[in-house]
């Protein structure tokens, strides 16, 4: 069954919607003629951290866009119906998201930096078997590099809804979106994006600049 994406204007206001393939065709055309995407595609991307503040990465799998490369721990586009891209849409995109590409069951989403840090203080919640994560920032039109096997590397934007947040127990691969996992530690993988930039999907590297502060 196909998919259907929306699609934003840089200020993250609705413009149209389409079939996901077109719509992403159409994008990195007119990205790789003129230099920059047209529109962004809303999408969520979630950075998982254990309770010793070691970063989980995955490896990604044999997809259209960065293949095998290792990026952020959850990442996808949103799949809504809501056409006004609600906060509520986002949520229930990175739930789906975690649930379907490492087999995190139960995703509890705090409303603000303070719940979040009385959830994680008040030991009522097993972190191996539940994750728990907060909205860190809302980008309608982040930039990042899409390479693909065989083609030339196009700017694809988005409008992101970025989360962060804590589990510890094991990743399941359900979806084969990715297809391996491993946990880093902020400086090691700061490192690794300086040493062997290759390696590492775009997206690792711009969640390290903007969000290495909120990283703990």
């Not at 400086?187 to 040493?195: G, I, N, R, W």
Request: proline share 4%; net charge negative; charged share 25%.
């Amino acid at each position: 069954m196909s998919e259907w994406l929306h699609a934003t204007d840089r200020q993250g206001r609705f413009v149209k919607t389409e079939e996901r393939v077109a719509l992403l065709a159409e994008i990195r055309a007119h990205s790789r003629r003129h230099g920059d995407a047209p529109l962004a595609v809303p999408v969520v991307h979630i950075i998982l951290l254990n309770s010793d503040g070691l970063i989980h990465l995955v490896q990604r799998g044999d997809k259209p866009e960065n293949p095998f490369m290792w990026d952020k721990a959850v990442g996808g586009h949103v799949v809504t119906g809501d056409t006004s891209l609600s906060r509520e849409a986002f949520d229930a995109n990175a739930r789906k998201e975690i649930q379907e590409e490492v087999g995190i069951e139960e995703v509890l989403i705090a409303r603000d930096g303070m719940e979040y840090q009385r959830m994680l203080r008040s030991g009522e919640h097993d972190l191996t078997t539940r994750g728990i994560i907060r909205l860190i920032d809302y980008d309608p039109w982040q930039g990042s590099i899409c390479r693909v096997r065989g083609g030339e590397p196009w700017l694809k934007r988005h409008n992101v809804a970025v989360y962060a947040g804590v589990f510890d127990g094991p990743f399941r691969f359900v979806d084969g979106e990715s297809v391996a996992h491993r946990l880093i530690s902020r400086a090691a993988l700061m490192d690794e994006l300086l040493a062997t930039p290759w390696n590492y999907a775009d997206g690792a590297r711009i969640f390290m600049q903007k969000y290495y502060h909120l990283l703990r």
